[in-house]
C-alpha cells in the first residue's frame, strides 16, 4: 500500500486559486489516485481521480471546469489546482490511491492521506 500526504491547504478568499499537492511512497506510478472532501458536517464526497498514466480523468460536476487533477510520476506526487474556489469548496481535502481506477472513483481505495484544510471566504 501507499502512504500519502497532503498538503497545501489554506484560508483564501472567493475566487482565489490553491494547489493540493499528494505526495506519495510505495507503487506510485502504478496507481489510479483521487481527490476527495468532507465538508464540515457533511459526508466525504468524491472531486476527481486520475488513471496511473494521467491520461484518463474525471471530476465531480460541481468542480468541473474549475478543478484539475494532475499527476508527476518521477516525483511520485498528485496535484489538484483548485481556481475561482467558492465557499462552499471548504472542506477537509483526501487523497486516496488505488491500482485500480474505478475503485478510487467509488471511494473504495485502499490508501488515504490525513487531509488538509481548506477554508474559502466568502
Known amino acids: 500500500q501507499e502512504q500519502l500526504v497532503e498538503s497545501g491547504g489554506g484560508l483564501v478568499q472567493a475566487g482565489d486559486s490553491l494547489r493540493l499537492s499528494c505526495a506519495a511512497s510505495?507503487?506510485?506510478?502504478?496507481?489510479?489516485m483521487g481527490w476527495f472532501r468532507q465538508p464540515p458536517g457533511k459526508e466525504r464526497e468524491f472531486v476527481a481521480a486520475?488513471?496511473?498514466?494521467?491520461?484518463?480523468?474525471h471530476y465531480a460536476d460541481t468542480v468541473k471546469g474549475r478543478f484539475t487533477i494532475s499527476r508527476d510520476n518521477t516525483k511520485n506526487t498528485v496535484f489538484l489546482q483548485m481556481n475561482s474556489l467558492k465557499p462552499e469548496d471548504t472542506a477537509d481535502y483526501y487523497c486516496?490511491?488505488?491500482?485500480?481506477?474505478?475503485?478510487?472513483?467509488?471511494?473504495?481505495?485502499?490508501?488515504w492521506g490525513q487531509g488538509t484544510q481548506v477554508t474559502v471566504s466568502s
Open positions: 486516496a490511491g488505488d491500482p485500480i481506477f474505478d475503485r478510487v472513483r467509488q471511494s473504495k481505495a485502499a490508501s
Open positions: 510505495g507503487p506510485f506510478s502504478s496507481y489510479a
Open positions: 486520475i488513471t496511473w498514466r494521467g491520461g484518463v480523468t
